[in-house]
């Protein structure tokens, strides 16, 4: 069980990697129907993760959870920069 979880968590914070080097390098690709239904995916998955385990109490949270909690709360407040972003430019003349 502890090798499935570790394994769910490396593979989404994997692909929190892969949304920062996206919007990082090629944002036009991660601003397509498909990358943000990615972006938001990801998001969700490990905000429900999260979410489960705090639940669950578990004693002592493995360093994968703590990882992945850090690299979901940084996705999250980079989809807020993004919309901030693309605020400060669409309000611009």
């Known amino acids: 069980m502890l090798i ?4 769910a968590n490396y593979s989404l914070c994997a692909v929190h990697l892969g949304v920062l080097a996206f919007w990082l390098a090629a944002w ?7 990358g943000l239904i990615i972006w938001g995916i990801s ?7 999260f979410i489960l385990r705090r639940r ?8 994968s959870d703590w990882i992945l ?17 693309e605020y400060a430019i669409s309000s611009m003349p």
């Open 28 to 34: 036009e690709l991660l601003f397509t129907k498909t």
């Open 69 to 85: 909690s850090i690299s979901t709360v940084f996705i999250i407040v980079l989809a807020l920069v993004s919309v901030l972003i």
């Open 56 to 63: 669950r109490r578990e004693n002592m949270p493995d360093s």
């Open 4 to 7: 499935l979880k570790r394994t």
């Open 43 to 49: 998001a969700l998955l490990g905000a429900f993760f």
